[in-house]
């Protein structure tokens, strides 16, 4: 079966702490199937600009993080290095962000 419509969503987390607190709403999303989430990673700058990124089938560094690699529905690794070198480029210092790759399963039946 097609995909529905993709869109990708940049969240930034202040402090470089990810706290789950995105996690019950992309849950509620995701179980209404209105969206399936296909792709991610989460992105780390530390204070001197040094980036680190991990995958989400990569995750296990607390019990946040590992419920959000249970929210991913498949892996397409629609996610380029240039991706995270451009979205990492604007994330300021000593803060994180994750990066969504989403179908809008929604809209599937048109």
């Given at each position: 079966?097609?995909?529905?419509?993709?869109?990708?969503?940049?969240?930034?987390?202040?402090?470089?702490?990810?706290?789950?607190?995105i996690i019950p709403?992309?849950?509620?999303?995701?179980?209404?199937?209105?969206?399936?989430?296909?792709d991610g990673l989460l992105v780390k700058k530390d204070d001197d600009g040094e980036v680190t990124f991990v995958e989400f089938d990569e995750l296990g560094i607390n019990d946040d993080a590992a419920r959000l690699a249970g929210v991913v529905d498949q892996l397409d690794a629609l996610i380029s290095d240039e991706?995270?070198?451009?979205?990492?480029?604007?994330?300021?210092?000593?803060?994180?962000?994750?990066?969504?790759?989403?179908?809008?399963?929604?809209?599937?039946?048109?």
């Open positions: 079966m097609a995909l529905g419509p993709i869109e990708i969503l940049v969240i930034e987390f202040p402090g470089n702490r990810f706290t789950g607190e709403e992309l849950e509620r999303l995701i179980d209404n199937d209105t969206i399936s989430i296909i991706d995270v070198a451009e979205w990492a480029a604007a994330l300021a210092p000593g803060n994180s962000e994750a990066i969504l790759v989403f179908e809008h399963t929604w809209a599937k039946g048109f």
